[in-house]
């Protein structure tokens, strides 16, 4: 299963025709969005034209708000599209066994995988979030995290995900297989807090996203012409 990720689009109409042209090929299976579809929470006939966008699409999607979505554009967003906010949700497999060396036993021979996530104010999985609603932290062990903000502390980002995974001496027992951000625009790429693998996601304002396969979590980094 292949994943679509993106983040930051801001009101781009040229990058939303581009999504949505991608996102209904075969190959694109389900969509994560990190969230901020306008700017300061308009033009709300934007967030329609999303909405009617991702219902076309017609594949599971999942998201968080980013710190410009808020208004009336986040509350009719979230109307046909609840968010990942505060709970933590299963998505169902086909055929996946997982190879991720980490965590095999959590999600090995599963039929659903769990997501979950926080937005619009800055957040991480170690629970620092100011927003609404808040993760407990004790759920999201081996899920994929989804925030707007990047976490804290990481700096340096591999351009190209080469399936390498750091051995670290301490692990957390209530760390998610992945985090997904976005929000710094032209910033993209791997890093690795512990064993969970943090993709920074680019803005898709500026053509950027990318694919996640959900059986190895490998990701590849693309942009629109």
């Known amino acids: 299963m292949n994943g679509l990720l993106f983040s930051d689009l801001h009101t781009s109409n040229k990058n939303l025709v ?26 709300v006939s934007f967030v329609d034209q999303f909405i009617r966008a991702i219902k076309k699409i017609n594949k599971p999607f999942f998201w968080v708000p980013g710190n410009n979505d808020f208004g009336r554009g986040y509350y009719k967003l979230r109307a046909s599209y609840p968010s990942l906010e505060g ?16 965590r095999p036993e959590e999600v090995e021979g599963s039929s659903t ?15 620092q979030y100011a927003g609404e609603t808040m993760v407990d932290r004790k759920k999201i062990g ?63 304002e500026l053509g950027y996203y990318a694919i996640m396969n959900l059986k190895t979590l490998k990701v590849e980094f693309k942009r629109f012409k």
């Not at 389900?30 to 700017?39: A, E, K, R, S």
């Not at 709970?87 to 980490?102: A, C, G, T």
């Open 113 to 127: 995988i769990k997501i979950t996530g926080v937005g619009g104010s800055p957040a991480s999985w170690s629970g």
């Open 87 to 102: 709970k933590v949700v299963e998505m169902k497999l086909k055929n996946f066994i997982s190879k991720h060396p980490e």
């Open 18 to 43: 581009n999504l949505e042209k991608l996102s209904l090929t075969d190959g694109i299976d389900f969509l994560i969005f990190t969230g901020d579809v306008v700017n300061m929470g308009e033009p």
């Open 142 to 204: 081996g899920s994929i995290f989804v925030s707007h903000f990047p976490p804290p502390g990481v700096r340096t980002y591999i351009k190209f995900d080469d399936g390498f995974s750091p051995t670290v001496n301490k692990k957390f027992s209530d760390s998610p297989l992945v985090h997904i951000c976005g929000h710094l625009h032209h910033r993209w790429g791997i890093s690795y807090l512990g064993t969970t693998k943090v993709i920074q996601l680019a803005a898709l």
